[in-house]
Every structure is written in structure tokens, then in C-alpha cells.
């Protein structure tokens, strides 16, 4: 039974990964979430993109999934740099149940320092959050073995912030569980 959309909200981003999946295929060609998806799934995972680049947008958006009673959970993916640019904006998170963290530059593991320091209370608050963490010596990570800061970060994250830590490599192709689909938003950019 398919109950977890992941939603494509934007295809901005400040990043430029060698890798970025979203090279791989047409935006175009996925499709748009229909009536009946959206009224039987409980978990939205929203992606881009950065989505924290939408601003307000994203907060209209989490809302409008929230009027729907049969969404349980709203997730947020980031690489963390907007994620932090946002909360310094906005203050608080928009109305979701976690977020999923996947630092790609130095800029990222700065900014997640700086959540930590900032909002660590606010992310524990919330149901799941994850960090996957990309390893340098494999493709094209940044998480250095031999850098403390790093691993400091990391362990702040675990603890003060309620996140689960992955270790990962790059892969150009994720393929969607059973239950899983994949849709973008009409206006996505
Ligand atoms: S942060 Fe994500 S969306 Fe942005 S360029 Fe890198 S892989 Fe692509």
C-alpha cells in the first residue's frame, strides 16, 4: 500500500552537487500528485531542491498538507545552510515532524553547528529527525574522519538535537520503495 509521497517543491538550490540526483531525469516528466494520492497518504517528504529556499511559500505549503486529516507526518529534506538561513528569518521551524539533514559542504556543517547552538530545543521537540552524513574518502562527500569539528557536530546532533546518524555514500539513483511515490508540486520553482 503506498502511504509516503516524496513531494519536489523546488528546483533551487545554493549548492552545486557533482552528483545531485536532480541532473539525472526531467522535472517535467514527474508527475503531479492527484486528488486521490493526496487523500490517502500519511507521510510527505518534501524535496527539491533546498525547500527552506521557498521562504513563506514553504510554510503555505506544509499548512495546506496539514489540512488534509490523513497526513500524519511532514518531513522536511535539507543540506542544512538554508535551513539555518531560514530559522534566522523566521524564527521558528514551519509545522512539520522532522527533518532530514544531508550536509554536502563546509557551509552545511558550519550552519548545522549553528542550529545546534541556536534551536537544538525545537528539533528535539519534533518526532524524527536524521543526519546523514556523506564521507569523504568515498566519491564526493565532505565529512572528514580526521576533522574533530566534524565529529563534534555530529555527536551535538545525536544528542542535543534528536537526530539519528547515517553514514552514506553518493548514488546517482535512489530507487522508491514499494510504498513510496515520487511527485512534484505544479509550480515548483
Ligand atoms: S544540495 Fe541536494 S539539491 Fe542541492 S545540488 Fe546538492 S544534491 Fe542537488
Excluded at 493526496?38 to 527539491?48: A, Q
Excluded at 529534506?77 to 521558528?92: A, I, M, P, Q
Excluded at 580526521?146 to 545525536?158: G, P, Q, R, T
Aim: charged share 25%; proline share 4%; with cysteine.
Amino acid at each position: 500500500m503506498i502511504d509516503t509521497m516524496h513531494l519536489f517543491v523546488t528546483n533551487k538550490c545554493s549548492n552545486n552537487c557533482p552528483l545531485c540526483c536532480n541532473k539525472n531525469y526531467d522535472i517535467e516528466k514527474i508527475p503531479l500528485p492527484t486528488e486521490e494520492e493526496l487523500n490517502s497518504i500519511e507521510n510527505v517528504f518534501l524535496t527539491g531542491g533546498e525547500p527552506f529556499l521557498l521562504g513563506e511559500k514553504l510554510n503555505k505549503i506544509v499548512n495546506a498538507l496539514r489540512s488534509r486529516k490523513n497526513i500524519k507526518n511532514i518531513y522536511i529534506y535539507t543540506s542544512g545552510y538554508e535551513c539555518f538561513e531560514y530559522l534566522k528569518k523566521f524564527e521558528n521551524l514551519p509545522n512539520i515532524n522532522g527533518i532530514n539533514f544531508s550536509p554536502k559542504t563546509d557551509r552545511d556543517w558550519n550552519a548545522l553547528a549553528r542550529i545546534n547552538f541556536g534551536w537544538s530545543q525545537d528539533f528535539r521537540n519534533l518526532r524524527s529527525n536524521r543526519l546523514y552524513v556523506f564521507i569523504k574518502e568515498y566519491d564526493r562527500g565532505t565529512f572528514d574522519l580526521d576533522n574533530s569539528n566534524n565529529l563534534d557536530i555530529i555527536s551535538e546532533a545525536y544528542f542535543n538535537m534528536n537526530c539519528r546518524v547515517f553514514f552514506r555514500v553518493w548514488m546517482n539513483n535512489i530507487e522508491s520503495r514499494p510504498n513510496e511515490i515520487f511527485r512534484r508540486l505544479e509550480n515548483y520553482d
